[in-house]
C-alpha cells in the first residue's frame, strides 16, 4: 500500500510561494506526476506555529476587515447550500462528523435541522468560539476510534493533513458502508489558479500541504478503495481567491479586478469543469 512518504518522491520544482499570512518565509510548490498534484516543500516542523495569527481568518468570527466580511458573507451563502447538499443524501441516521469544523458553524446549522453532530478542529481558540454556540468539539479523529457515520465532511481541510494516505484510511473506516464522504479542495487548474500563479491565495503555503486536481483526487482514493461519484463546483471561492490574490500581488485590495477575475474563471470553468474549488462526493466500493 503507498504510504504518504511515497507523495513526495520525483518532484518537479514548479512555483516559489510566499506565506502571506504569517512568516513571509518561501516555499517549493513541486509537481507529482504520478497523481498529478503539486505538493508543497519543505514541511516545517512546528506547522502548528504556521496557524497563529489574527488573520487567519478560518478560526476566527472577525468581521473586521474587507476580507473577513467578504468571507463572513460568502460563509453564510455557503452554510445553506451544504446544508441542502447533506439533506438531499439518503442518510438512515442523519449523523454527521465534521473534521477541521472550525468555529462550528456549518455543524450548529445542522443541529438545527436534526443532524446528530459531531466534530473535529485542532485549534484551542477556534473549539472556544464553537463552544460558545453550544457545540462541542473533539481535538483529534482518535476520538472517534470504533464509530461510523452517514456523512463525513471536510470543508476546505484535506490540503492541510500532513500524513494524507494513511488519513484516507481513517476516514474510510468512520465512514459507514453506504455513507457519502464530502471533500471541498481548491483546485490548482482553475483559471484564477493560472492568473495569479505564485500569488494564488489558495496555495496558502505551508499550510496548504497538498494542491489538488481531479484526477489526484481520485487516484488517492482509490488506494483506499473508494470512489469519486459526483464533482460540484465552489463558484464563490472564484471571487474571494481572487480578491485575497489581488491582495498578495499588488500589496492592495482591487476589489473590481479580483471580481471580474472570479466571473471569468467561473465562466471558463462551465466549459472544462476547472472551477477555483471542487467539491468531491465520495463513496465506499
Given at each position: 500500500m503507498e504510504t504518504t512518504k511515497e507523495l513526495y518522491k520525483n518532484l518537479t520544482p514548479l512555483l516559489n510561494c510566499i506565506d502571506h499570512t504569517v512568516s513571509d518565509e518561501s516555499y517549493e510548490v513541486m509537481y507529482n506526476k504520478?497523481?498529478?498534484?503539486?505538493?508543497?516543500?519543505?514541511?516545517?516542523?512546528?506547522?502548528?506555529?504556521?496557524?497563529?495569527?489574527?488573520?487567519y481568518i478560518s478560526h476566527t468570527d472577525s468581521k473586521k476587515t474587507l476580507f473577513d466580511k467578504a468571507y463572513q458573507l460568502v460563509k453564510n451563502h455557503?452554510?445553506?447550500?451544504?446544508?441542502?447538499?447533506?439533506?438531499?443524501?439518503?442518510?438512515?441516521?442523519?449523523?454527521?462528523?465534521?473534521?477541521?469544523?472550525?468555529?462550528?458553524?456549518?455543524?450548529?446549522?445542522?443541529?438545527?435541522?436534526?443532524?446528530k453532530i459531531s466534530g473535529i478542529?485542532?485549534?484551542?481558540?477556534?473549539?472556544?468560539?464553537?463552544?460558545?454556540?453550544?457545540?462541542?468539539?473533539?481535538?483529534?479523529?482518535?476520538?472517534?476510534?470504533?464509530?461510523?457515520?452517514?456523512?463525513?465532511s471536510l470543508w476546505h481541510v484535506l490540503e492541510h493533513i500532513p500524513n494524507l494516505i494513511e488519513y484516507t484510511n481513517q476516514l474510510k473506516k468512520l465512514l459507514k458502508p453506504n455513507g457519502v464522504l464530502i471533500i471541498a479542495v481548491p483546485n490548482y487548474k482553475s483559471y484564477d489558479a493560472k492568473k495569479y500563479?505564485?500569488?494564488?491565495?489558495?496555495?496558502?503555503?505551508?499550510?496548504?500541504?497538498?494542491?489538488?486536481?481531479?484526477?489526484?483526487?481520485?487516484?488517492?482514493?482509490?488506494?483506499?478503495n473508494m470512489k469519486v461519484v459526483k464533482i460540484l463546483p465552489m463558484k464563490f471561492d472564484a471571487f474571494y481567491v481572487s480578491l485575497l490574490s489581488e491582495k498578495y500581488k499588488n500589496n492592495t485590495s482591487k476589489p473590481i479586478s479580483a471580481f471580474f477575475t472570479g466571473l471569468t474563471s467561473n465562466?471558463?470553468?462551465?466549459?472544462?469543469?476547472?472551477?477555483?474549488?471542487?467539491?468531491?462526493l465520495i463513496k465506499n466500493n
Open positions: 504520478k497523481y498529478d498534484m503539486l505538493v508543497t516543500s519543505p514541511v516545517p516542523e512546528n506547522l502548528e506555529n504556521y496557524y497563529v495569527s489574527e488573520t455557503t452554510l445553506k447550500q451544504k446544508l441542502k447538499l447533506i439533506n438531499s443524501f439518503n442518510s438512515e441516521e442523519k449523523t454527521i462528523l465534521d473534521i477541521g469544523a472550525g468555529t462550528g458553524d456549518f455543524l450548529k446549522v445542522c443541529k438545527e435541522n436534526n443532524w478542529e485542532p485549534s484551542e481558540k477556534a473549539r472556544n468560539f464553537a463552544s460558545k454556540k453550544n457545540i462541542e468539539l473533539q481535538e483529534d479523529i482518535s476520538n472517534y476510534k470504533g464509530k461510523q457515520f452517514d456523512v463525513i500563479k505564485e500569488f494564488w491565495a489558495a496555495y496558502d503555503v505551508p499550510r496548504h500541504l497538498w494542491h489538488f486536481s481531479k484526477t489526484a483526487i481520485k487516484k488517492i482514493f482509490a488506494t483506499t465562466m471558463k470553468a462551465k466549459k472544462t469543469g476547472e472551477y477555483s474549488s471542487l467539491i468531491y
